[in-house]
């Protein structure tokens, strides 16, 4: 099958075996692929991964290795971790953080830029009929924007700023304000805050944001390492400071700050499907902005290229 590999290098290869359902798994043949940072950083050394890149999908379930063969010819995407089924984490519904787990197309586990992938019948998430291949592209980095909810206790007069606009940070914006804090996204691209303003979000640029020790949250989306001291300075003594940006880079920073202001840090992760798909099915963001380009997946190559260059949101292969 045609897949996009990585190993050192990105390549587009025709002859990569196609895979084989094991024991309560499916069989999905790839119709959408969203390409996603975390991609790109990969082609960069993070999580030193090799095979089949890509994490974001839809597809149709072509076979069932189980007894049920309903989910056969369904709509369906995949959540991207998968626990060992055997642990504490797995029977808590946290395989998310399983020790064993793998995770598509980021570790220990083919992704999905390749006509098919395999997944664990438990991982699959069908999608409703009333919600489009444009908006359900978009439920992984949904899903992460709303770990935040899950993670931090977001009160009516809290003071939220998002750093960043990016599409995590475009997500993540549009995920805070369906709660009733004061939200302010701050970013660097017109265009990007644009998208926000029009969906009656308060946006500022990065200049412009001189205040300090000012916001009960600050949320750092802006996927680089640079983005850290300046999210700091944002937030109030005993603020909450959620961490969204996963890079390979590294810096030496200054905890010091951290500590006399007595801030919470919060990494944040990966989220949950089925509550990223009930938000999408209430239908009261606009996602459309968020995807820049749709390209075949034979120029797969071209695509990852493209997302790299500045101003791009979404891209998306299509099989
Ligand atoms: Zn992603
Ligand atoms: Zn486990």
């Not at 390492?225 to 300075?233: Q, T």
């Not at 880079?249 to 509550?275: H, Y």
Request: net charge neutral.
């Amino acid at each position: 099958m045609k897949a996009l590999l990585f190993d050192k290098e990105l390549k587009f290869v025709t002859d990569y075996p196609k895979p084989v359902p094991q024991k309560n798994e499916a069989l999905i043949k790839v119709t959408h692929a969203g390409i996603c940072n975390t991609d790109v950083e990969i082609t960069r050394g993070y999580m030193g991964f090799k095979g089949i890149c890509g994490h974001e999908f839809l597809g149709i379930v072509e076979d069932v290795n189980a007894q049920d063969k309903s989910l056969v010819g369904k709509r369906v995407t995949g959540e991207i971790n998968l626990g060992c089924g055997n642990c504490p984490d797995c029977y808590n519904n946290m395989q998310r953080h399983c020790q064993n787990r793998q995770t598509l197309g980021i570790y220990k586990k083919d992704g999905i830029f390749a006509e098919y992938v395999t997944l664990p019948i438990e991982n699959i998430v069908e999608i409703p009929d009333n919600v489009p291949d444009s908006d359900a592209i978009l439920i992984e980095p949904l899903a992460a924007a709303l770990e935040i909810l899950e993670q931090v206790h977001i009160k009516p007069a809290d003071k939220i700023a998002v750093l960043g606009d990016g599409k995590l940070g475009i997500l993540i914006s549009l995920v805070l304000s369906t709660t009733p804090a004061n939200l302010i996204t701050i970013g660097k691209h017109e265009n990007k805050l644009d998208i926000l303003r029009k969906q009656g979000i308060k946006t500022k640029f990065l200049q412009n944001a001189t205040e300090t020790k000012y916001y009960d949250i600050v949320v750092d989306a802006t996927g680089s390492v640079d983005g850290f001291d300046k999210a700091v300075s944002l937030v109030k003594p005993r603020g909450i400071f959620v961490l969204k940006s996963t890079v390979a880079a590294e810096k030496p920073m200054n905890l010091a700050p951290i500590v006399i202001d007595e801030i919470t840090i919060v990494g944040s992760r990966c989220g949950q499907f089925r509550p990223a798909l009930r938000l999408l099915e209430k239908k009261v963001l606009d996602l459309k902005p968020l995807i820049s380009k749709t390209f075949d997946f034979d120029n797969a190559l071209e695509a990852f290229n493209y997302a790299q260059e500045k101003g791009v949101l979404k891209v998306v292969l299509k099989f």
